[in-house]
């Protein structure tokens, strides 16, 4: 029976006591969601407590979240509906600012924003904390991407293979099927640990996917922090700056870690929510250039660590508004990220699961990490597709003419060859050393 209460034993006996006087300030004014507090001086990022009245069975106290300062008031946002918020509410701080919950204890579970568990087993017990913002190292202190990372996708280990520390993108419009290929290569990446972050996504997503991923042998080194679509802007990129403050934990104990985000252009929406309402002109398409940095900063957090001999894979869904490639986030993350995954809606509708354009799609280090033969493979497989894509019409109506071109005339005997290569059943896993043996069997290893 006493080990049940081991692990509150130890936190209590580990817990520093605060003796100082508690402060508290008085929300002044409510616009939205902007709250304004007077008499209150809390650094940016600070938690509060708000009591707007006496507790229910529906829910406590909310917390907000410090996101400026204006005219001697502290400006925040509540970390959930401002229902119930009346004028002299009291505010008081809680917690250390900028500092998020971290460590071993979130193997194994899924929690949300606050990093409080929704997976129904009890609290969570942690005694580590990490910045906010991570903490921030120089460029040469990051070590190089020298080793290929295993997807268990075949297209992707073969024709854009990618590296251990190296930030990649998944790109696509709405419905395409980027949350159905992080799911394959949650299960088929080879990792030590496995965060990932569900952000702004739908709740039956969240459900779904622990459900698929929590059981067996697989939850001991998989945590996941979830924010669905209808949480506070700022709760969103609170669950965001989480996941990778995880990721970076481990990584500076040297770990192996993969770090799954969808989607980051959620985080960018939310991101604009609170660069407007604190009134930054919409530069880009209606967002504001703070929502456009917070992305950078998310992402440059991932990579290899030279002093720790960790790293974090950091792998990105971004949404493609209307399909266009030319979206400013999607835009922006390609500028960032070390390679990108374009999926295609036309691919998706002729069958072809995962929809990967690999003309379009890139991996910035397969040069560092690729044999030169498997490299000449991929480019001639490169070949073929887009010359055949560049004449479908033509090939279809009839039109073209065997022989003028050996190239094209190549890749319409492959056809059927290319494409079967290209898809793959969602709950099949594709290692690296077979996807290369697929690749030399179908191209020849002189990869003409």
Known sequence: MLNLFAPLLDELGAAQPDFTPHRFGLVAACDGGLIEVSGLSVPVGALCRVAHGPRTEFGGEPLAEVIGFRNGRTLMMLLGDTVMLRPGSR?????????????????????????HPID??????????????????????????????????????????????????????????????????ARGAE??????????????????????????????????????????????????????????????????????????????????????LLGEPGAARGYPPSALATITKLVERAGNSAASGGSVTGLYTVLADGDSQDDPVVDTARSILDGHVVLS?????????????????????????????????????????????????????????????????????????????LGQEQHEVVGLDESLAALTRLIGEGGQ
């Open 345 to 421: 809606r036309d691919l998706a509708q002729r069958g072809q699961y995962p929809a990967i354009d690999v003309g379009a799609s890139l991996s910035r280090v397969m040069g560092d990490i690729a044999a030169p033969d498997h490299q000449r493979m991929a480019r001639t497989f490169r070949a073929l597709v887009a010359s055949y894509e560049a004449n479908r019409d033509l090939v279809l109506m009839g039109a073209y003419r065997a022989g003028a071109d050996p190239l094209l005339d190549r890749a319409i005997a492959m056809q059927e060859a290319l494409r079967g290569f």
């Open 191 to 276: 990792a030590e640990i496995v965060i990932v972050g569900l952000i702004g996504e739908r709740a039956r997503e969240v459900s779904d996917f622990v459900e698929r991923h929590m059981a067996g042998e697989k939850r001991a080194r998989t945590a996941v922090i979830a924010v669905p679509a209808d949480h506070a802007p700022n709760l969103r990129i609170r669950g965001a700056l989480m996941a990778t403050s995880l990721a970076e934990h481990f990584r500076a104990h040297g770990r192996k870690v993969l770090l799954i985000m969808d989607s980051l252009t959620r985080v960018a929406h939310a991101a604009r929510e609170i660069g407007l």
């Open 120 to 185: 129904g087993l009890g609290p969570l017990h942690w005694r580590d904390e990490w910045p906010a913002g991570g903490i921030r190292t120089g460029a040469l202190d990051r070590s190089g991407v020298r080793e290929p990372f295993d997807t268990g996708v075949r297209a992707l280990n073969a024709l854009t293979t990618f590296g251990v520390g190296q930030r990649i993108g998944v790109m696509a419009g709405s419905g395409v099927g980027k949350s159905v290929l992080l799911d394959m290569i």
């Open 91 to 115: 505010v008081r701080p809680e917690g250390r600012p900028g500092m998020l919950p971290v460590g071993e204890a979130f193997l194994g579970r899924a929690v949300d924003g606050e990093g």
